[in-house]
Protein backbone atom coordinates (compact mmCIF):
# COMPACT_ATOMS: atom_id res chain seq x y z
CA UNK A 1 0.00 0.00 0.00
CA UNK A 2 1.59 3.42 -0.81
CA UNK A 3 2.01 5.89 1.72
CA UNK A 4 1.36 9.95 0.78
CA UNK A 5 4.15 11.52 -1.01
CA UNK A 6 5.93 14.64 -0.23
CA UNK A 7 6.19 16.96 -3.49
CA UNK A 8 10.03 17.61 -2.85
CA UNK A 9 12.87 14.79 -2.17
CA UNK A 10 13.34 12.92 1.20
CA UNK A 11 16.44 13.74 2.96
CA UNK A 12 15.42 11.08 6.04
CA UNK A 13 12.46 9.48 7.62
CA UNK A 14 12.40 7.89 11.26
CA UNK A 15 9.57 5.03 12.94
CA UNK A 16 8.26 6.67 16.61
CA UNK A 17 9.28 4.31 19.16
CA UNK A 18 5.65 2.43 19.37
CA UNK A 19 5.91 2.17 15.07
CA UNK A 20 2.52 3.61 15.36
CA UNK A 21 4.07 6.76 13.44
CA UNK A 22 6.43 6.83 10.22
CA UNK A 23 7.99 11.10 9.42
CA UNK A 24 10.06 11.66 6.80
CA UNK A 25 11.73 14.92 5.96
CA UNK A 26 12.51 16.92 2.67
CA UNK A 27 12.32 20.36 1.65
CA UNK A 28 10.33 22.54 3.68
CA UNK A 29 8.17 19.91 5.72
CA UNK A 30 8.04 16.89 7.30
CA UNK A 31 5.43 14.17 6.49
CA UNK A 32 3.57 12.62 9.67
CA UNK A 33 1.84 8.95 8.61
CA UNK A 34 0.02 7.02 10.87
CA UNK A 35 1.25 3.23 10.11
CA UNK A 36 -1.89 1.40 10.83
CA UNK A 37 -4.36 3.28 8.46
CA UNK A 38 -1.33 4.91 6.06
CA UNK A 39 -2.76 8.02 6.04
CA UNK A 40 -1.25 11.56 6.75
CA UNK A 41 -1.25 13.02 10.02
CA UNK A 42 -2.29 16.51 9.39
CA UNK A 43 -0.88 18.86 7.91
CA UNK A 44 3.24 18.68 6.99
CA UNK A 45 5.32 20.13 9.87
CA UNK A 46 6.67 23.30 7.82
CA UNK A 47 9.48 25.92 7.54
CA UNK A 48 6.76 28.11 6.79
CA UNK A 49 5.44 28.43 10.34
CA UNK A 50 8.91 29.68 11.43
CA UNK A 51 10.51 31.99 8.77
CA UNK A 52 9.55 34.74 6.24
CA UNK A 53 7.78 33.14 3.15
CA UNK A 54 7.99 36.69 1.10
CA UNK A 55 11.98 35.87 0.82
CA UNK A 56 12.99 33.37 -1.63
CA UNK A 57 14.74 30.94 0.63
CA UNK A 58 14.22 27.42 0.60
CA UNK A 59 14.07 25.49 3.68
CA UNK A 60 14.78 21.57 4.24
CA UNK A 61 15.06 19.22 7.07
CA UNK A 62 17.86 16.92 6.40
CA UNK A 63 17.95 14.97 10.02
CA UNK A 64 15.01 14.18 12.29
CA UNK A 65 14.84 12.22 15.58
CA UNK A 66 11.56 10.90 17.63
CA UNK A 67 11.51 11.27 21.59
CA UNK A 68 11.99 8.16 23.41
CA UNK A 69 7.99 8.04 24.20
CA UNK A 70 7.24 9.65 20.70
CA UNK A 71 5.76 13.24 21.87
CA UNK A 72 8.25 14.90 20.53
CA UNK A 73 10.29 14.76 16.93
CA UNK A 74 13.69 16.81 16.76
CA UNK A 75 14.26 18.06 13.46
CA UNK A 76 17.69 20.13 11.72
CA UNK A 77 18.21 21.57 8.70
CA UNK A 78 18.50 24.99 7.38
CA UNK A 79 15.83 27.89 6.70
CA UNK A 80 17.83 29.51 4.39
CA UNK A 81 20.92 29.45 1.89
CA UNK A 82 23.59 30.37 4.37
CA UNK A 83 24.99 28.08 7.32
CA UNK A 84 24.02 30.31 9.52
CA UNK A 85 20.38 29.48 8.56
CA UNK A 86 21.02 26.29 10.11
CA UNK A 87 18.54 25.64 13.03
CA UNK A 88 16.76 22.85 15.45
CA UNK A 89 13.60 22.31 15.89
CA UNK A 90 11.92 20.36 18.22
CA UNK A 91 8.01 19.52 17.43
CA UNK A 92 5.71 19.17 19.80
CA UNK A 93 3.42 16.41 17.96
CA UNK A 94 0.37 16.46 20.53
CA UNK A 95 0.22 20.23 19.49
CA UNK A 96 1.42 19.89 15.89
CA UNK A 97 3.39 23.03 16.45
CA UNK A 98 6.94 24.15 16.94
CA UNK A 99 8.24 23.59 21.10
CA UNK A 100 11.35 25.49 20.99
CA UNK A 101 14.28 26.45 18.26
CA UNK A 102 17.60 26.56 18.45
CA UNK A 103 20.25 27.83 16.41
CA UNK A 104 23.77 26.07 16.35
CA UNK A 105 26.98 27.92 15.87
CA UNK A 106 30.01 27.17 13.62
CA UNK A 107 29.02 23.68 12.73
CA UNK A 108 27.14 21.39 10.27
CA UNK A 109 25.42 17.98 12.04
CA UNK A 110 25.74 15.16 10.85
CA UNK A 111 23.17 13.32 13.26
CA UNK A 112 21.52 13.63 16.21
CA UNK A 113 19.70 11.34 18.98
CA UNK A 114 17.89 12.08 22.10
CA UNK A 115 18.82 10.67 25.44
CA UNK A 116 16.46 7.86 26.59
CA UNK A 117 15.17 10.13 29.24
CA UNK A 118 14.68 13.04 27.15
CA UNK A 119 16.28 15.28 28.66
CA UNK A 120 19.46 15.75 26.71
CA UNK A 121 19.83 15.46 22.51
CA UNK A 122 23.46 14.33 21.43
CA UNK A 123 24.59 16.31 17.81
CA UNK A 124 28.07 15.18 15.56
CA UNK A 125 28.74 17.66 13.06
CA UNK A 126 31.79 19.21 11.72
CA UNK A 127 32.74 22.59 12.69
CA UNK A 128 34.43 25.52 10.39
CA UNK A 129 37.48 24.84 11.79
CA UNK A 130 37.73 21.47 9.88
CA UNK A 131 37.26 19.41 13.11
CA UNK A 132 33.95 17.41 14.59
CA UNK A 133 32.21 18.02 17.62
CA UNK A 134 30.19 16.14 19.82
CA UNK A 135 27.27 18.42 21.42
CA UNK A 136 25.04 17.90 24.21
CA UNK A 137 21.89 19.98 24.23
CA UNK A 138 19.76 20.51 27.73
CA UNK A 139 16.12 20.23 26.33
CA UNK A 140 14.59 20.12 29.39
CA UNK A 141 11.46 17.77 27.74
CA UNK A 142 9.53 15.85 30.36
CA UNK A 143 7.08 12.97 29.38
Do not use: C
Amino acid sequence: MPLPELTAPILDVAFSPDGRTLAASGLDSILLVDMPTKKAIGLPLSFSLLVDTTSNAVGYYQHITFSPNGRFLMSYGSAGYSPTDDVFILWDLRKHEPFARAFPANSSLDDLIFYPKEQKLASVGSLTSGKSAITLWDIGVES
